[in-house]
């Protein structure tokens, strides 16, 4: 089939469009004849746009059919070609190329974009560092992989970009204190340092990295060896070692001195002269009548310094002649009251015998000529009773005085002295009326609810405010406060007791008991872990719920009922340091002590923990530490 002529002559029109980047307008006009902006000329131009379609070329057949349909159908239709720069965006991804749109002619107008514009090479990879526009092409800079370090071999991998590979060569690390440089793992090191010594014992051995060996001066005077037998106190003198002539005096008149170096040890050498047995003076003023020996030495007869008193050491010193330095030596008195004595700044000092018997009852002395004497006084004494007082001395003996008061003045207290211990003051029974109530723990205690005291009838139930039912002790009959201390403050042994059928068997038997026969009948038969358990669930109780009803309230205040309260209170919320304290004599001293002690007295109460070992100070703190959280 052939083409039509209008086609081709598009296709002719189009040819140089394509080498300068533009594009047609319109193909057709609205009735079908060729487009004003488009000039196709030349003889054969089908100005009624119906062209001849050779057998073949379906496509294009197709599309100028479309064409005249067009063409006969909308003959007012818009020209075709480019509207927008948008359309042209083929032409401006070309590197250093920009493409606009001309709507006046509808082709797209290509430019080259100005030199040193930046652009993106075809091709580009890790080895192109930058690329800019030159006279239209996109030109590549690569680039630079040298890293300035001569143990690397630098390239550029198109893939990988730059590669410095270690190299194993010889280099200068610019240091001027090492040598034998050598490359190792891309680092430039010396493999040995450069000796600077200079065998110059004046001088300082140094090294500068830049400049290389340096030899500074010592201080002059500083002491060196210059190698010489006959020279002595060598010192440096402006880098040098030097020394003073040894001239090998031996201070002996009798000998001639002179140094020489090929002589073994220090070169001297002392000649006797032929002065032997004549007369001479050392100068010593320790020396008399001297004269020279057959070996050069000046020798004379010790001057005698002894000057009779034991109590010098006696001595010949030069320049100065006879010494005598006092010693310590031991020494005798001349009276029976003096005892051995000791020197002292030369002269025997003797101490007064002392006569002191021992009794309080005697005035002790001693008498120059018989000895010590004891005569009886009547001075006040300590017959070592605590439950006697103003003892005294009668006939040399210390006799008993009367009986001490041990009256506190406290009625809910029992009042009684131990030939040991002294005043002792016992809580009386629980519930023995006193002046605003009944006793509970040595206190007496009224029954107001909320004056923070749980009197002898208070219980958590009637005043829980007083009587807290989560901490303390419980009165005997107060079953709901004894549960409730049981389930907080013996958990554990509760536990251990439920989950022995027997030892619940005997818990629940004794709980109906009111005698101490039953009691001990429900524990009958009980294997021994059992009755363990039920011990120990019992004396927590004890310990806890309903021992002397103390109810765990702080105690508070002054004087004996502070006292008894805080031994209450001890006694069962830190039950095992209190048995353990009062099992150490130490112990009890240490905090008997303390008791006297003003608040914040320091010197007072570090003499009270030199009462007792290290042990008994440690368990003391540890027992008023658990007092003042549960007590105080």
Same mark, same amino acid.
């Given at each position: 089939?052939?083409?039509?002529?209008?086609?081709?002559?598009?296709?002719?029109?189009?040819?140089?469009?394509?080498?300068?980047?533009?594009?047609?307008?319109?193909?057709?006009?609205?009735?079908?004849?060729?487009?004003?902006?488009?000039?196709?000329?030349?003889?054969?131009?089908?100005?009624?746009?119906?062209?001849?379609?050779?057998?073949?070329?379906?496509?294009?057949?197709?599309?100028?059919?479309?064409?005249?349909?067009?063409?006969?159908?909308?003959?007012?239709?818009?020209?075709?070609?480019?509207?927008?720069?948008?359309?042209?965006?083929?032409?401006?991804?070309?590197?250093?190329?920009?493409?606009?749109?001309?709507?006046?002619?509808?082709?797209?107008?290509?430019?080259?974009?100005?030199?040193?514009?930046?652009?993106?090479?075809?091709?580009?990879?890790?080895?192109?560092?930058?690329?800019?526009?030159?006279?239209?092409?996109?030109?590549?800079?690569?680039?630079?992989?040298?890293?300035?370090?001569?143990?690397?071999?630098?390239?550029?991998?198109?893939?990988?970009?730059?590669?410095?590979?270690?190299?194993? /060569?010889?280099?200068? +690390?610019?240091?001027? @204190? $090492?040598?034998? &440089?050598? #490359?190792?793992?891309? !680092? *430039?090191? %010396? =493999?040995?340092?450069?000796?600077?010594?200079?065998?110059?014992?004046?001088?300082?051995?140094?090294?500068?990295?830049?400049?290389?060996?340096?030899?500074?001066?010592?201080?002059?005077? /500083?002491?060196?060896? +210059?190698?010489?037998? @006959? $020279?002595?106190? &060598?010192? #440096?003198?402006?880098? !040098? *070692?030097? %020394? =003073?002539?040894?001239?090998?005096?031996?201070?002996?008149?009798?000998?001639?001195?002179?140094?020489?170096?090929?002589?073994?040890?220090?070169?001297?050498?002392?000649?006797?002269?032929?002065?032997?047995?004549?007369?001479?003076?050392?100068?010593?003023?320790?020396?008399?009548?001297?004269?020279?020996?057959?070996? %050069?030495?000046?020798?004379?007869?010790?001057?005698?310094?002894?000057?009779?008193?034991?109590?010098?050491?006696?001595?010949?010193?030069?320049?100065?002649?006879?010494?005598?330095?006092?010693?310590?030596?031991?020494?005798?008195?001349?009276?029976?009251?003096?005892?051995?004595?000791?020197?002292?700044?030369?002269?025997?000092?003797?101490?007064?015998?002392?006569?002191?018997?021992?009794?309080?009852?005697?005035?002790?002395?001693?008498?120059?000529?018989?000895?010590?004497?004891?005569?009886?006084?009547?001075?006040?004494?300590?017959?070592?009773?605590?439950?006697?007082?103003?003892?005294?001395?009668?006939?040399?003996?210390?006799?008993?005085?009367?009986?001490?008061?041990?009256?506190?003045?406290?009625?809910?207290?029992?009042?009684?002295?131990?030939?040991?211990?002294?005043?002792?003051?016992?809580?009386?029974?629980?519930?023995?009326?006193?002046?605003?109530?009944?006793?509970?723990?040595?206190?007496?205690?009224?029954?107001?609810?909320?004056?923070?005291?749980?009197?002898?009838?208070?219980?958590?139930?009637?005043?829980?405010?007083?009587?807290?039912?989560?901490?303390?002790?419980?009165?005997?009959?107060?079953?709901?406060?004894?549960?409730?201390?049981?389930?907080?403050?013996?958990?554990?042994?509760?536990?251990?007791?439920?989950?022995?059928?027997?030892?619940?068997?005997?818990?629940?038997?004794?709980?109906?008991?009111?005698?101490?026969?039953?009691?001990?009948?429900?524990?009958?038969?009980?294997?021994?872990?059992?009755?363990?358990?039920?011990?120990?669930?019992?004396?927590?109780?004890?310990?806890?719920?309903?021992?002397?009803?103390?109810?765990?309230?702080?105690?508070?205040?002054?004087?004996?009922?502070?006292?008894?309260?805080?031994?209450?209170?001890?006694?069962?919320?830190?039950?095992?340091?209190?048995?353990?304290?009062?099992?150490?004599?130490?112990?009890?001293?240490?905090?008997?002590?303390?008791?006297?002690?003003?608040?914040?007295?320091?010197?007072?109460?570090?003499?009270?923990?030199?009462?007792?070992?290290?042990?008994?100070?440690?368990?003391?703190?540890?027992?008023?530490?658990?007092?003042?959280?549960?007590?105080?």
């Amino acid at each position: 089939m052939r083409k039509s002529l209008a086609f081709k002559m598009l296709v002719a029109a189009l040819a140089p469009c394509v080498l300068v980047g533009c594009l047609p307008a319109a193909r057709t006009s609205g009735d079908g004849t060729a487009a004003a902006a488009m000039d196709l000329g030349g003889p054969g131009a089908d100005t009624a746009g119906n062209q001849d379609v050779a057998a073949g070329d379906d496509a294009l057949a197709a599309a100028d059919a479309a064409s005249q349909t067009d063409a006969k159908s909308n003959a007012d239709a818009p020209l075709l070609g480019c509207k927008t720069n948008a359309e042209c965006a083929a032409f401006a991804a070309i590197p250093c190329r920009t493409a606009t749109c001309d709507k006046a002619t509808g082709f797209c107008v290509q430019a080259v974009k100005e030199d040193g514009a930046d652009c993106t090479p075809t091709g580009a990879h890790p080895c192109v560092a930058s690329a800019a526009c030159a006279v239209g092409l996109c030109v590549a800079v690569t680039v630079a992989c040298d890293d300035n370090n001569a143990c690397t071999k630098d390239s550029c991998d198109p893939a990988k970009g730059c590669i410095n590979a270690a190299v194993d /060569t010889l280099c200068d +690390d610019k240091n001027a @204190c $090492t040598q034998n &440089d050598v #490359c190792v793992d891309k !680092v *430039c090191k %010396g =493999t040995a340092s450069v000796s600077c010594d200079d065998k110059n014992s004046c001088s300082k051995d140094s090294c500068d990295p830049t400049t290389g060996c340096v030899h500074a001066n010592l201080v002059d005077s /500083t002491t060196c060896d +210059d190698g010489q037998k @006959c $020279t002595l106190a &060598d010192g #440096c003198k402006n880098g !040098v *070692c030097t %020394g =003073t002539v040894n001239k090998c005096d031996d201070n002996k008149l009798c000998t001639f001195d002179l140094c020489l170096e090929f002589e073994k040890d220090d070169g001297c050498t002392h000649t006797p002269g032929s002065a032997f047995m004549l007369a001479c003076n050392d100068g010593s003023v320790c020396n008399l009548n001297g004269a020279c020996d057959i070996d %050069g030495n000046c020798t004379g007869t010790p001057k005698d310094c002894d000057d009779g008193n034991p109590c010098t050491d006696d001595s010949c010193k030069e320049p100065t002649g006879c010494a005598h330095k006092p010693n310590t030596a031991v020494c005798t008195g001349a009276s029976p009251c003096d005892v051995s004595g000791q020197c002292s700044a030369g002269q025997c000092v003797t101490k007064t015998k002392d006569c002191n018997d021992g009794n309080n009852c005697t005035n002790d002395s001693c008498d120059p000529k018989s000895g010590c004497l004891h005569a009886a006084n009547t001075a006040a004494c300590g017959d070592g009773n605590p439950c006697t007082s103003a003892d005294f001395c009668k006939d040399g003996a210390c006799q008993a005085g009367p009986a001490t008061s041990c009256d506190d003045g406290d009625a809910c207290t029992s009042d009684s002295c131990d030939m040991t211990k002294g005043c002792l003051h016992a809580p009386v029974a629980p519930g023995t009326t006193c002046s605003v109530g009944q006793c509970v723990a040595g206190l007496c205690l009224g029954a107001t609810c909320g004056d923070g005291l749980c009197g002898f009838t208070e219980s958590s139930g009637s005043c829980a405010s007083d009587c807290p039912a989560s901490g303390g002790a419980c009165t005997v009959s107060d079953t709901a406060c004894q549960a409730t201390c049981v389930a907080s403050k013996c958990a554990t042994q509760a536990a251990a007791c439920n989950a022995d059928p027997t030892c619940a068997a005997v818990t629940s038997c004794e709980s109906a008991c009111t005698t101490a026969a039953c009691r001990l009948g429900c524990a009958s038969g009980v294997p021994a872990g059992s009755l363990a358990h039920a011990n120990a669930l019992h004396a927590c109780s004890q310990a806890f719920c309903v021992a002397n009803n103390w109810i765990g309230k702080k105690c508070s205040g002054s004087g004996s009922q502070l006292t008894t309260c805080l031994d209450a209170c001890e006694g069962s919320m830190c039950a095992g340091l209190s048995l353990s304290c009062k099992a150490s004599s130490g112990c009890l001293a240490i905090r008997s002590c303390l008791q006297a002690c003003a608040n914040g007295d320091v010197g007072c109460i570090t003499g009270c923990m030199g009462k007792g070992s290290a042990t008994d100070a440690e368990l003391g703190a540890d027992l008023d530490n658990c007092s003042a959280i549960a007590c105080q």
